[in-house]
């Protein structure tokens, strides 16, 4: 099968995707009950637009197109949150404050060379727009560590970390060189690391301090020793940005899955401040990341705060298989098999089942009922209701339970009562 598709995309059967689909409602429940409403966004942008707005290592996973009635470029969607920031500071610039909004649908990035990154994936998320202080930061952990709670995951890690510290710490070195160190510092390649810095010509203290990001990774002491080791004004500002929001998120009892790490800056290009990535024991990607945008806002000529997340639900999907609970498929609950000569009896409790709630199919297709029967276990159906011409005179019906195999003959008024028990 997996031949016939292009690499890095997949199909889900019923099973899968009805559980897929439960997750996503179940995420988006809690976003409404946070008080956020649903936007819908447009797949298809303009090239140049969208590359104003990622970093320049991601242009190359933009998936283009050519408009056939312009000739312009256009990219199928790689990311909500500038679509959602543009949506913000034009058509709903006007809204008063906070906008708290929340999406869901694909997003499409060509992978890197060998990598296995899905060319298509779907996100589900939400942005507050007009928020920055840090108890909205701690508010979007909350919502996240919320939404696993549904689903009983809990062997996971909230990393938290500031784009904007990381981008001072190294503002004395060139764009280029700043890149390939956030670069190393993310990946802990201390070798590596120490070839970029050595003989740089910045301060001893500040050279140390890069030199030990990787481990300084923990709790808040993680921001004392930072602040000890070499700290400028604007760093300061950061590092109590962060406090603040671990000051929250410990009155709202989330800490205890909280890891501080500086050295990760794994962002688009238009994060600034706090940023969080949520990763689930033995799943190989983060099943969540979001964090502040303020710049993004500017952007579209709105200087205003915002902030937010999105989970990847194919990720979220394993991590829930893996830690968690998934939720149940959906199968069939009644196939009606109707054996007399003139079909409208079945076509009759078929309708009457579904208006109380059943999911009903007609077994339409001409064969015997062990057949049928047989039809309805493969597919998970539970219940086989049997219409023929002896029992039809009577007012009455064979019901079979599909897992046991046993039959019973019931009056057809009895068998609603039937079914719910």
Known sequence: MQALLPKGVSVSLPDVAERYGEILLRVEDVFRKWGFRKVRTPIFEYYDEVCRLIDESLKGAVV????RETGRVIALRPDFT?????LAATILKDMPRPLRLFYHGSVFRWPHEGSFVRKQSTQVGLEIIGLGEPEACAELVAI?????DLFEVKDYTVVISNISLLREILSPFPQDTRRKIAHALARKDLVELEGFLRGA???EKRLELIKRL??????EEVLEEIEEIFCTEKMKEQLDETHGVIEVLKSYGLYSN???DFSEIRGMVYHRGFFFEVFAREVGRRIAVGGRYDGLMERYGSSEPAM???FSLEELYRAIEINGVLPKAHPVDVLVVDMSRVKSKGMEIAKI?????????RDIIKRELKSSVDYAKIHGIKTVVVVDEKLKSLGKLKVIDVSSGMDKVIDEDELLTYLEA
């Open 144 to 148: 996240c560590k919320e939404a696993l």
């Open 308 to 310: 937010g997340f999105a």
């Open 64 to 67: 283009k197109l050519v408009e």
């Open 82 to 86: 500038p679509q959602v920031a543009r």
């Open 214 to 219: 990787p481990q300084l990774v923990g709790g």
């Open 258 to 260: 909280v890891l501080l």
């Open 353 to 361: 089942l579904r208006s109380n709630g059943f999911s009903v199919a």
């Open 201 to 203: 010509p910045i301060e």
